[in-house]
């Protein structure tokens, strides 16, 4: 007798008569040197040697079931099962297929659903999932401004209704940054020529509403028409803060005049400035706004600065806009003094006009 665990043949095996066949008949199939086995291959050999009986998962409309079946093909497994399989019926295998067990198969029959497009009626054969699927199936292009109900997540029963509408036109708001203004500051604190930035300011924002009207060919751009505009944030103004100074007699004058150390203001303006008196030859002593000439009433280039602004000018003060002068045209600004003396000390210089608020 051999000695023990040493029993190596086949008919040996009585714990398992079907295993040992099986192996005998793996070994009549298969040609020597053949590759290994896939596993559907291995179901289907293990299954005909059991009795070609297999379990089978048939999904059947959604609900899942397991079914024992000696058929060979998935035809057959559907023929078993009574299902007459239509054309518009969904499978998810060739049905000439084997079965192996284990295998999940998946079938879905068609139903009629009612598809209303654009106020037209038709009723489809269906065998869709979701109502985007039958609008696949349809070919019926669509996107977030249509009108679709059910929406398209939503899932498919028999003689349910399906509506969709084309938007052609809509209205489509967006918004853009608002660029923060820049005011400017004059200090007597800082000196002259340099420049402080006080805020940096804060940008806002707009809205801009468009009508949007799309194309007849859908894979055109759509034409934008704005309709509309608003503010739904204010910009927070830059300060810059301009030293002026105390580089001349005058100065004193100014902060007197000013009340104060910082005035906010409109514009600032390097401009070329000349003095004249009231009694300048051909001078009146009466300005184009009819003032009297002297300190504080300058001579402006009307399309530069308006007549009448009120102006803050470093070594001179404050001033009016209230004269013109055939030689004053552009940044130029010609200042009056009520004495040639104060005229001629002034004399010719560069200087940064500034536009105050009222």
């Known amino acids: 007798m051999p000695p023990p665990g040493k029993e190596t043949g086949i008919g040996r095996d009585s714990a398992s008569p079907i295993a040992a066949i099986g192996v005998l008949s793996l070994g009549l199939l298969l040609p020597l040197g053949a590759g290994p086995l896939t596993d559907r291959a291995v179901a289907l050999l293990t299954s005909s040697v059991e009795g070609q009986t297999k379990t089978i998962t048939l999904v059947r409309n959604g609900q899942a079931e397991p079914v024992r079946t000696r058929a060979v093909t998935v035809k057959e497994l559907l023929s078993e099962q009574n299902i007459e ?7 998810d295998v060739d049905p000439s297929s084997p079965l192996a067990d284990g295998e999940t198969i998946s079938y879905r029959a068609a139903v009629p659903v009612t598809l209303v497009l654009d106020g037209k009626t038709q009723t489809v054969q269906t065998s869709a999932d979701t109502v985007g699927e039958v609008l696949a199936q349809q070919k019926v292009v669509f996107d977030f401004h249509d009108r679709v109900m059910p929406a398209a997540p939503t899932s498919v029963s028999a ?3 399906i509506r969709v509408n084309h938007i052609s036109s809509w209205v489509e708001r967006v918004t853009k940054p608002v660029a923060p203004p820049t005011e400017h500051l ?13 805020k940096n300011g804060t ?7 468009y009508r949007v009207t799309r194309q007849s060919q859908r894979d055109q751009a759509p034409r934008h028409v704005i309709i509309g505009s608003r503010i739904v944030r204010k ?13 001349s007699s005058l100065a004193a004058f100014a902060q007197r005049g000013i009340d104060g150390t910082i005035k906010l203001a409109k514009d600032a303006i390097s401009m070329v400035a ?3 008196t009231a ?26 600065i308006p007549l009448g602004s009120h102006l803050y000018i470093p070594g001179y003060g404050q001033a009016i806009a209230g004269d013109t002068g055939g030689a004053i045209h552009g940044n130029r600004v010609d200042l009056g003094f009520n004495s040639d003396s104060d005229a001629m000390q002034f004399g010719r210089r ?5 536009v105050l608020h009222p």
């Open 159 to 161: 003689d349910d209704t």
């Open 203 to 209: 940008p806002g924002e707009r809205e801009i509403s």
């Open 186 to 198: 004059i200090s007597f604190k800082l000196a002259v020529g340099r420049v402080k930035v006080m």
């Open 274 to 276: 000349t003095a004249y």
């Open 350 to 354: 560069s200087v940064t006009v500034y």
């Open 85 to 91: 399989r239509a054309s518009d019926d969904a499978l």
């Open 279 to 304: 009694n300048c030859d051909g001078c009146s002593g009466t300005t184009a706004s009819g003032q009297h000439a002297g300190h504080g009433i300058v001579a402006v280039d009307p399309r530069v």
């Open 235 to 247: 910009p927070q103004p830059r300060v810059i803060a301009a030293g002026i100074g105390d580089y």
